[in-house]
DNA sequence: ATTTTTATTAAACAGATGTTCAATAAGTGA
DNA sequence: TCACTTATTGAACATCTGTTTAATAAAAAT
């Protein structure tokens, strides 16, 4: 009753013929007609399995995310419940995690790439806060903003890193993040 | 010296076509081919001034960003240069700006639309926030992440606030955001 | 008002998209 | 191994894209 054998190649044909693709042009100039022509499926085949060249890239993007998810319970398991500072940035793995797959974030956050997958990293993020997150004083409403505020404000962080090409460490961003919360008089 | 009145005309002419087309279907649904037969405009034209319906969206929300710079500087001119605990909530007009374009940002936070947008929104409160910030004890670089964390934490705000399809007043979120920076224990 | 400049047009083009079809091949299950 | 189920294929289709061409129309400049 598992995935047929056919699709699985099928798929990995479909993966690895992205992965070369992208180390010749931006995902945006992929025609979905010379990823087939490589990766020696039928075009017709594609459509059986992803909508768009956008669609591939999302089932990657995807396994990504799971690592994220999987990195950042790793402290949890270690520290235990976490007495928190609410945040405490040394549980952060995102920014590790980031630099990990440093090409890859290079095209989420790429001017001419869908907002979706900005909103798959969010999504990871804000479920990730919100473990950490003892109920607070505040009613769910409010909690869910703030738990928004803080997911894209770490977002912002990546995002500035990125524009200014990933630079500095991920320790070194985990340090400024130190930094910006002790600041209290935002 | 200035612009050809045919430009201004089939700019014009694009511009309501697009318009009338949103109230359609979605920004992504949109022909080159059909938008132009509505306007009455040479497809081949389009092409003399715009390199793709998202360009032309573009193009109106370069304006909308506009409004949103002046409506920034309102409260700069009356209060004066601000003694601030920096960010001050009610010089935000952030959210009054949003809730007054309501439908545009509805596109530019939807998921199939390109990341481009959501920059340009970006970059215009970054903006606002350097013009509030004064100089601080931080050094270039971690100012600049600063802004970027509290910049990207208000768009997380305007993005929840969608995802609860706007149900919240302008106020309101003015409200929550001051709840949110109150809360010193990030 | 006439010349000069330039924007728009229609037509045609190769290429890409998204979909459908019957034929075939490959994997599954007994 | 053999029958069955289903994924893949190639071919064809209308449509959309992006670009180029010479002819024409409209605006600007004098």
């Not at 405490?88 to 001419?112: A, G, L, M, Q, W």
Request: hydrophobic fraction near 40%.
């Amino acid at each position: 009753m598992s995935v047929d054998l056919r699709i699985i190649k099928t798929k990995e044909r479909l993966h690895e013929s992205l992965i070369a693709l992208l180390k010749e042009m931006p995902l945006e100039k992929i025609k979905i007609s010379v990823l087939c022509q490589r990766a020696q499926i039928n075009r017709g085949t594609f459509y059986l399995h992803y909508a768009s060249v956008d669609a591939l890239f999302a089932d990657f993007f995807e396994q990504i995310i799971a690592d994220l998810r999987e990195a950042y319970l790793e402290p949890l398991r270690t520290k235990s419940p976490l007495k928190i500072k609410e945040l405490d940035p040394k549980t952060v793995r995102i920014f590790h995690h980031i630099k990990k797959y440093e090409s890859f974030y290079r095209i989420v956050f790429s001017k001419n790439v869908p907002l979706a997958y900005y909103y798959m990293l969010l999504e990871q993020i804000t479920v990730n806060l919100q473990q950490n997150t003892n109920v607070s004083s505040y009613d769910e409403r409010v909690q869910g903003y703030l738990v928004a505020y803080q997911a894209n404000a770490i977002i912002g962080l990546a995002l500035q890193w990125a524009e200014r090409d990933f630079q500095e460490t991920a320790e070194e961003l985990s340090e400024i993040l130190v930094q910006i919360l002790r600041t209290k008089s935002e």
